[in-house]
């Protein structure tokens, strides 16, 4: 397998590592609380757009890809903080598998 080769002039957007730690409520349920665990430099790829329904209401759901360099903890159900906006992963993947950089596709819901 032919490496990955990634100028990393390319991970120029800064975005902050969150993890969703539920809070229980008076009810039996519980609340996101979405807690920083750390920051890193990332390459921000919008995929596609599209309006799905849900619950009889129109949702716009927008994938990206997220590029970055491998850091250990990064998993599903966490997100990336990016301004206002939160990417939601839903995959983590070694594009080459030689540990150097982990690519993740997320969901941003508006």
């Given at each position: 397998?032919?490496?990955?080769?990634?100028d990393a002039g390319l991970l120029r957007h800064r975005v902050t590592i969150e993890r969703n730690e539920v809070l229980p409520d008076a009810m039996g349920g519980g609340r996101a609380n979405w807690v920083e665990v750390g920051e890193t430099s990332v390459r921000l790829e919008p995929i596609r757009a599209e309006?799905?329904?849900?619950?009889?209401q129109r949702v716009g759901?927008?994938?990206h890809r997220v590029t970055?360099?491998?850091?250990a903890?990064?998993?599903?159900?966490?997100?990336?903080?990016f301004g206002a906006?939160?990417?939601?992963i839903r995959t983590v993947q070694d594009p080459d598998e030689t540990g150097r950089y982990l690519v993740c596709r997320c969901e941003e819901e508006a």
């Amino acid at each position: 397998m032919v490496p990955l080769f990634l100028d990393a002039g390319l991970l120029r957007h800064r975005v902050t590592i969150e993890r969703n730690e539920v809070l229980p409520d008076a009810m039996g349920g519980g609340r996101a609380n979405w807690v920083e665990v750390g920051e890193t430099s990332v390459r921000l790829e919008p995929i596609r757009a599209e309006v799905e329904e849900r619950l009889e209401q129109r949702v716009g759901v927008a994938t990206h890809r997220v590029t970055l360099r491998a850091r250990a903890g990064l998993e599903r159900g966490m997100a990336f903080r990016f301004g206002a906006r939160r990417l939601l992963i839903r995959t983590v993947q070694d594009p080459d598998e030689t540990g150097r950089y982990l690519v993740c596709r997320c969901e941003e819901e508006a």
